[in-house]
Nanobody, 121 residues
Framework: QVQLVESGGGLVQPGGSLRLSCAAS????????MGWYRQTPGKERELVAS???????NYADSVKGRFAISRDNAKNTVYLQLNSLRPEDTATYYC???????????????WGQGTQVTVSS
């Protein structure tokens, strides 16, 4: 069993900041990639940022220069620092982790439960 526990969402004013966290626990042999997606009602889930085990990062154009993804391999945790937030950043943010549960497993992707980020004055 693998669990992803997210935290850090909330209500913030435009221009403000938040930090999201997602910790993987349970059967985790190795983690390949970690990332964050977001979704608003009626729209498809979209990639916000990702980071591979090599440290290589990838960002959606809409968040480049404002958001920063990082990971703590010792804690199996990925973070997303959200700065200069805009109302259009309002969404449910989901953690996504690609990992091998055991040494014999193929990589699988797991999703967190989602955390709400609301940017409003």
């Amino acid at each position: 069993q693998v669990q992803l526990v997210e935290s850090g969402g909330g209500l913030v004013q435009p221009g403000g900041s938040l930090r999201l966290s997602c910790a993987a626990s349970g059967s985790v042999f190795s983690i390949n990639a970690m990332g964050w997606y977001r979704q608003t009602p009626g729209k498809e889930r979209e990639l916000v940022a990702s980071i591979r085990s090599t440290g290589t990062t990838n960002y959606a154009d809409s968040v480049k220069g404002r958001f920063a993804i990082s990971r703590d391999n010792a804690k199996n945790t990925v973070y997303l620092q959200l700065n200069s937030l805009r109302p259009e950043d309002t969404a449910t943010y989901y953690c996504n982790v690609e990992l091998m549960p055991t040494i014999m497993s193929l990589p699988r992707r797991y999703w967190g439960q989602g955390t709400q980020v609301t940017v409003s004055s």
